[in-house]
């Protein structure tokens, strides 16, 4: 089985960190944040990895190179601009055959994704997505009311709490039939259009093991916590 690490979006949300490096390569310790994400894709038993570059692409193929020196086989599918997920993930197209996995390569996972993969052959899944939940307190209080406009219920600064996409799916190679070529395409845009032509999505729930580093302050909060730990070490 390959994993796919779509590794080719520009950072703008972590600019002026991501002006000279691609995301993929902020460091967080004494490695890459996509060395991490190898590192837990090998340790799941998955030693075949494509990834999927664009923006300063150059940086991450002289620093992986074929993978060898990480115990894994790297293959690159280039992208001259951006395409977005999913469009990203057309470009891996050639190199696909069977169930393969695909992972942002923005986040920190360290959950069981063999398990995942059992999950998705047992529930004979076309896309079997990783959720978590989270929870927030809003800024305001919600007012209620009734349909004549009297206030019924106030609710201070109320928790919500929902089920959240964390970028690491197991996919059937079916679903790339369903991403338009050499086009900017949402992630969200293909699940909506595999639920739409009734293939099966399954969620997969998970409780741990997933740091998000989309914005600069999820980085700094990532990069300090990865700081304290090589100093323990």
């Not at 949300?13 to 090998?42: C, D, N, S, V």
């Not at 992986?64 to 990480?70: K, L, P, V, Y």
């Not at 398990?115 to 899944?125: D, F, L, P, T, V």
């Not at 809003?138 to 600064?157: M, P, S």
């Amino acid at each position: 089985m390959k994993a796919v690490i779509l590794a080719g979006g520009l950072g703008t949300r972590l600019q002026p960190y991501t002006t000279f490096l691609p995301k993929a390569m902020l460091p967080l310790g004494e490695k890459p944040l996509l060395e991490h994400l190898m590192e837990w894709i090998k340790k799941n038993n998955i030693d075949s990895v494509v990834l999927c570059v664009s923006y300063l692409r150059k940086t991450i193929e002289d620093y992986f190179e074929d993978g060898s020196r990480f115990g894994v086989k790297i293959e690159y599918a280039v992208a001259n601009r951006p395409l977005a997920t999913a469009g990203q993930l057309k470009t891996a197209e050639d190199f696909i055959d069977e169930t393969f996995i695909c992972v942002y390569g923005d986040s920190i996972f360290d959950f069981n994704l063999k398990s995942m993969i059992e999950y998705h052959k047992r529930k004979k899944s076309f896309v079997s997505m990783a959720l978590f939940e989270y929870k927030t307190k809003l800024q305001y209080g919600f007012i209620e009311i009734d349909r004549n406009n009297r206030v019924t219920a106030w609710k201070e600064k109320p928790e919500i709490r929902g089920n959240i996409n964390i970028g690491c799916y197991v996919m059937e190679p079916g679903v790339l039939k369903l991403i338009p070529a050499n086009k900017p395409y949402g992630m969200d845009d293909v699940i909506k259009s595999a639920i739409g032509r009734k293939n099966k999505v399954s969620g997969f729930l998970i409780k741990k093991g997933f740091i998000d580093i989309g914005d600069k302050t999820s980085y700094r909060r990532a990069h300090q916590h990865y700081t304290e730990r090589l100093g323990q070490i």
